[in-house]
């Protein structure tokens, strides 16, 4: 087969092409190690390498050119006499290249792709002929070359920093063009600085401009502004100083992001607006800058004309500037204001976007302006509202007030409240949705709190409580609160023990209270003591929110009947300016006094204010909210539990309330779950930037949950965000670990970039590893290549890395349990770091640690991305079992077997996981110690858990399941609760075709599923095998067949594999056929399974290639298909154990015609037909290695692997199988 890089270079047509025609020979020919033909002469190489290479450069000349080497008799005579007659490297060929690389220009060329073309085609031909030729020259050059338009480009450039180079300017030059055909109109972006002390901006400190304005500045770092009043979301910045053009350095006070609505200077039509993140505030600066690095870093370009510069996203125009005092202005005014929506967004604690659609109708007293406005997200709630997945709803919804009453605790706090509580507890009516919250101190008041609740309640309406619903904890499960409930004629409905699910409304409702609350102390900046005031205000709020399961209307509407007023409700934490009553102030005293609104009066219409000076909680009425302004830097004194509200209006006298009596008010909230389908979060109140007044202000389209739960807490996607986000020291210690034990591995050495090499880039992926609470446990930095940028044949030539087999790895646990071995585990730490690679690999500098030099990374061992990484792993580990003694089974490649007398080891590698098999502890730590000598090992002690089998022993034997697995892949889709069904498949469905169905996750979840039945489970590998035949033409009856499948999980989750240790059985097969079952093409269906030690060690169900003229083939062709993994069991069961006498292997088949066809060879009118290698287990029965006998149909227990099966018969061939419910095996945590 011919080369396809041969065919790749051009033939030799004359002086024009002789460089890079002699440049790619030559290379070619050292791929091929045949150019040493032509550089030496002698006895270095054979006559048949010589004819080779002189045969290949001949073949790569044009025809009419071998007048030149007709001649020639050796390779090096062909290549003397094309370079003496093609290599021009004279004076007069200098200086013409010389003066055709100084003369061009863009206007002469046409277009900036052949300007480019022809300036670095010049440049590689002069330094062919040796005339060197400076990078930094030509990178002048080609600027220079450039119309008066590219100006503005050369200023930027020039004030960046960086140094000038030709790959520089080319790629400035190229980059972003849209109009090639357009030579006054270009599109750049600048590299990332690396080393500079300061942010730099082109601007002086004080020029004679606007101040009002902001300027498109592209010599400038960072946006940069001296409004310190535009800012939001502000925080301290990554950089102290800035240096300007006339070299003052300005202190950076912080950093923060502003709204800028633009418009068009001419027909002043509003173009958009457009959120500017990373600006820096820097009050000595005279204007306000936008840097154009900054845009085309967050994928913006920037367009300059004569007259304009024009800033696209995606396309799309999202910014202007217009020329003034030659430089770059957007026009207008500035001002802050808050849009309505984003006020009632923080007003309702929060409350997502769907809900507050609907407030204005569902409420009295909400002036929601209701339009269009750009995709926001509101950084509080993506700091507050991180979930799991929701719960289900569970159950139907009460008919009547009272009728069904939730409850659950909340706790404990990390913090004390200010009134001593540590927990809350909610009772929760489920017809409305209300909810009570009671702050305590303990559990134990739970009861108490019950009681008070129930006293309510029960007056208010004039109803009583019917249904109580609780888990189990004791503060609920207790003699007192039985009585209780029974004396007033309460039912009780308890939750099975670790089914919180069960009790979902209150366990929502209180995710929903800690949401809101930790949302609005974020955005208050208040200390975490007022979390019972956050709890408080939510459940007020929310019990005045629409809600989407109660059709869009509020709690207090359906308890009250009357549809409640909100315009009184404030952004918590906002500032609040209290009128001080004249008989509680001198005369030249302050008229009103600064609090902290943290609250609702329920007694009374007034608010709750906190004086942080004096450390008091107040109530007034006579209030003053500035929404607009939260400040997040107040300092506040330490309160004790005697200190006071102080109610401070005038309805009724001065009364003085605890801050305990605070803490047990009674608050209500509806039921603001989150939905099944999606979450829409709500935005933060946000400084805005206008460029024009208006009168109407637009209402966002927030963006979706999964966008939003996406970057909730999400780690880091760039270098750059790592280094931004607030636990950058944690990321960057993490990378200096990772760097170090790369450094420590010598995974690379620091070169020099051969000559026609490229580097690889790499990049830093970043994970944090969470704990099964949720918590952070470790930041974990890797270091990358792009595997993807590899040339094959030059960076890789091989990949493919073997894995043991699932019928290895349960063969190997029969055998272990019939032998009573001991099995071990061990997980190689990093294991691709430590293979060695077979080819030259270059990879650049990892970023953050380049050493500043033009070196590269030799790559001296495998690295993660590299698409070898795996076989290198597998080859150096291959070769090390085998220098120790272990042989490979020829059969699977990823067992290895060695035997010490009487003592045997097995192994098993599923590419880093290990497994270890003995009957004699000393050998197998002498083992151990070996490979922990060699190799980065963690030592995990007997095997539980192995690529996702659960391994348990008992002295019955040894079982492996899959129950976390399952588990995990019903909570994945939503099926955790679902009810569970007898059989996986109903019998004798039949699909019909319609329309398919698309938005469902169908391939995934016959993936999993998928693993699921080749793991251990052949109850259902039918089902699944004929589900995946529809991956990519599925209905929705399919998926309800997939989710019927789920169903069938749940209900039989806990059934395991058992191998017994007390039987001494041989390796057994099953092979049947459902003749003409499929009914789109009336193929058959394959069905074998084979068992040893008392449980099924390999099995499969697969639709027959070829369509069968009657049974007996079909059964004959499942023979055929189940002999082959007879033998190849056989051959490994051989392997490992030589000196065991091996006996037939023994094959049922439940059709005498089939079984009769295997043993003759006669002709048959009937089966002449039959595929010549089907007729393969004719041979091996023959041969004495197979014995095939018949079973009845009763008996046949691969017929669950052709069909979907009624019940009793289903069941009744799980225990052929081996399948037994965790609780028929007393199985023990040890061996």
């Known amino acids: 087969m011919a080369d396809p890089r041969f065919a790749q270079i051009d033939r030799l047509a004359g002086r024009d092409n002789y460089p890079t025609w002699s440049f790619a020979v ?209 925080g301290p910045a990554l950089v102290t100083n800035i240096k300007v053009a006339d070299n003052k350095i300005l202190t950076v006070k912080g950093c923060g992001k502003v709204n800028i609505e633009t418009y068009d200077g001419e027909s002043e039509l509003k173009i958009g607006t457009i959120q500017v993140k990373n600006v820096l505030y820097v009050p000595d600066l005279a204007v306000n800058l936008l840097s154009v690095r900054q845009m085309t870093q967050n994928n913006c370009q920037v367009k300059f004309s004569k007259n304009t510069c024009n800033v696209y996203k995606e396309s799309k125009l999202i910014l202007t500037g217009y020329i003034k005092n030659n430089l770059y202005v957007v026009h207008n005014e500035t001002y802050a204001l808050m849009s309505s929506v984003h006020l009632w967004h923080q007003r309702m604690g929060h409350l997502n976007y769907n809900d507050l659609q609907k407030l204005n109708e569902s409420t009295e007293g909400a002036d929601i302006e209701s339009s269009r406005e750009e995709h926001v997200v509101c950084n509080t709630c993506l700091k507050g509202k991180q979930t799991r997945q929701p719960f289900k709803h569970a159950g139907t919804r009460a008919s009547a007030l009272l009728e069904l009453v939730h409850s659950d605790v909340c706790g404990p706090m990390e913090e004390k409240s200010l009134g001593g509580a540590r927990y809350y507890v909610t009772f929760v009516d489920d017809w409305s949705r209300k909810v009570f919250v009671y702050f305590i101190s303990s559990k134990s008041q739970v009861l108490e709190k019950f009681k008070d609740f129930k006293l309510l309640v029960e007056n208010q309406l004039n109803a009583k409580i019917k249904t109580l619903r609780s888990d189990n904890g004791k503060e609920y499960v207790n003699e007192a609160f039985d009585k209780v409930c029974r004396d007033s004629g309460i039912k009780r409905q308890l939750t099975i023990p670790y089914t919180p699910e069960q009790n979902g409304m209150s366990e929502r409702m209180n995710r929903t209270l800690t949401e809101r609350a930790k949302c609005m102390l974020i955005n208050s900046g208040l200390p975490k003591k007022f979390w019972a005031e956050a709890v408080a205000t939510a459940a007020y709020v929310i019990n005045r929110s629409p809600t989407k399961s109660l059709q869009y209307k509020t709690p207090e509407e359906l308890w009250s009947g009357i549809k409640p007023n909100i315009s009184n409700i404030k952004v918590f934490g906002c500032r609040a300016m209290m009128h001080v009553p004249k008989e509680k102030r001198l005369k030249w005293d302050c008229k009103s006094k600064e609090l902290i609104f943290v609250g609702y009066c329920l007694e009374s219409k007034g608010y709750r204010l906190f004086d942080k000076t004096e450390g008091k909680v107040m109530r007034s009425r006579d209030v003053i909210f500035l929404e607009e302004s939260v400040n997040k830097d107040f300092a506040f004194l330490p309160l004790t539990e005697s200190q006071v509200v102080i109610n401070e209006d005038n309805l009724d006298d001065t009364t003085d309330m605890t801050l305990k009596e605070i803490d047990s008010a009674v608050c209500a909230s509806d039921d603001d779950y989150v939905p099944e389908h999606s979450i829409s979060r709500s935005e933060s109140p946000i400084n805005r930037i206008n460029l024009r007044p208006r009168k109407h202000r637009a209402m966002p389209t927030f963006l979706c949950q999964n966008e939003i739960e996406k970057s909730i807490e999400s780690d880091p996607e760039t270098l750059e965000q790592a280094l931004q986000c607030e636990n950058s020291q944690k990321w960057i210690s993490a990378m200096d670990d990772e760097y170090n034990s790369l450094l420590e591995n010598n995974t690379w050495t620091l070169s020099k970039l051969p000559y026609g090499r490229v580097a690889i880039p790499c990049r830093w992926v970043f994970k944090t590893k969470i704990d099964g609470d949720g918590n952070v446990t470790r930041y974990k930095a890797r270091l990358v290549i792009k595997g993807y940028q590899q040339k094959q044949y030059i960076d890789y030539n091989e990949v493919y890395a073997p894995v043991v087999r699932l019928s290895s790895i349960r063969y190997l646990l029969a055998i272990a349990a019939k032998y009573q071995l001991k099995i071990e585990q061990l997980d190689a730490v990093t294991a691709f770091l430590q293979g060695d690679i077979d080819v030259e690999l270059y990879m650049s500098q990892p970023s953050r640690y380049d050493n500043g030099t033009k070196e590269v990374c030799k790559l001296n061992k495998s690295i993660y991305g590299l698409k070898q990484a795996s076989r290198t792993w597998n080859k150096k580990l291959d070769n090390f079992l085998s220098s120790i003694g272990f042989s490979k089974s020829n059969v699977d490649p990823c067992v290895y077997y060695k035997y010490e007398n009487e003592h045997v080891m097995f192994i098993t590698i599923y590419v880093d996981d290990i497994l270890l098999f003995h009957n004699c502890q000393e050998s197998a730590n002498n083992i151990k110690i070996k490979m922990k000598n060699n190799f980065k090992m963690n030592e995990l002690g007997i095997a539980y858990c192995y690529i996702g089998l659960c391994i348990s022993y008992s002295s019955e034997g040894i079982a492996i399941d899959q129950t976390r697995y399952i588990e995990n892949t019903l909570r994945r889709f939503g099926m955790e609760q679902c009810n569970s069904v007898g059989t996986p498949m109903e019998p004798n469905i039949k699909f019909s075709s319609s329309e398919k169905f698309e938005s469902i996750p169908y391939q995934e979840a016959t993936g999993c599923l998928l693993y699921i039945s080749q793991g251990t489970r052949p109850d259902i590998c039918y089902a699944v095998h004929t589900l995946c035949r529809y991956n990519s033409s599925h209905t929705e009856e399919h998926w309800n067949a997939v989710k019927r499948l789920f169903r069938y999980l749940q209900g039989t989750k806990y059934l395991q594999l058992v191998y017994k240790s007390n039987v001494d059985e041989e390796i057994t097969g099953y092979s049947d056929s459902d003749w003409a079952s499929c009914t789109e093409d009336r193929k058959s269906c394959t069905g074998y399974i084979f068992n040893f030690q008392g449980a099924a060690i390999s099995w499969n169900s697969k639709r027959q290639q070829t369509v069968a003229l009657s049974t007996t083939e079909a059964e004959y062709m499942a023979l055929s298909a189940a002999t082959q993994e007879a033998m190849w069991l056989r051959q490994l069961h051989c392997e490992l154990w030589p000196s065991l006498k091996v006996t037939p292997i023994t094959l049922y088949c439940d059709n005498q015609s089939a079984i009769k066809l295997t043993g003759t060879y006669s002709y048959h009118a009937r089966s002449k037909h039959i595929d010549v290698r089907h007729h393969y287990l004719r041979n091996k029965v023959e041969c004495g290695d197979l014995k095939i006998e018949y079973v009845g149909t009763d008996s046949m227990v691969a017929d669950c692997l052709t069909k979907a099966l009624p019940k009793p018969k289903h069941q009744h061939f799980l225990i052929a199988m081996g399948l037994r419910s965790r609780e028929d095996v007393k199985l023990n945590a040890t061996t």
Not at 102 to 111: A, H, K, P, R, V
Request: hydrophobic share 40%.
């Open 26 to 234: 030559k290379t070619f020919l050292e791929h091929e190690d045949l150019w040493k033909c032509v550089e030496t002469s002698g006895m270095a190489f054979t006559k048949t390498e010589d004819t080779k290479a002189r045969s290949k450069i001949v073949l790569l000349v044009d025809p009419m050119n071998y007048v030149h080497i007709q001649d020639a008799t050796t390779a090096k005579e062909v290549w003397d006499n094309l370079r003496k007659a093609f290599d021009d490297s004279g004076l007069l060929r200098k200086v013409g290249l010389l003066r055709e690389l100084i003369t061009t220009d863009l206007e002469s060329c046409g277009s900036v792709e052949n300007y480019v073309n022809k300036i670095i085609t010049c440049a590689h031909k002069l330094r062919n002929i040796k005339f060197i030729v400076d990078d930094e020259w030509l990178g002048t050059l080609l600027l220079a070359g450039l119309p008066e338009s590219y100006r503005p480009m050369i200023m930027a450039m020039e004030s960046s920093g960086v140094s000038i180079t030709a790959d520089l300017v080319k790629t400035k030059i190229l980059q972003d063009v849209k109009s090639p055909d357009n030579s006054s109109v270009f599109f750049f972006k600048f590299p990332q600085r690396q080393g500079k002390e300061y942010y730099v901006a082109a601007f002086p400190a004080s020029p004679s401009l606007e101040s009002g304005c902001w300027y498109i500045d592209s010599g400038a770092a960072m946006h940069m502004t001296n409004k310190r009043d535009w800012l939001y979301d502000y």
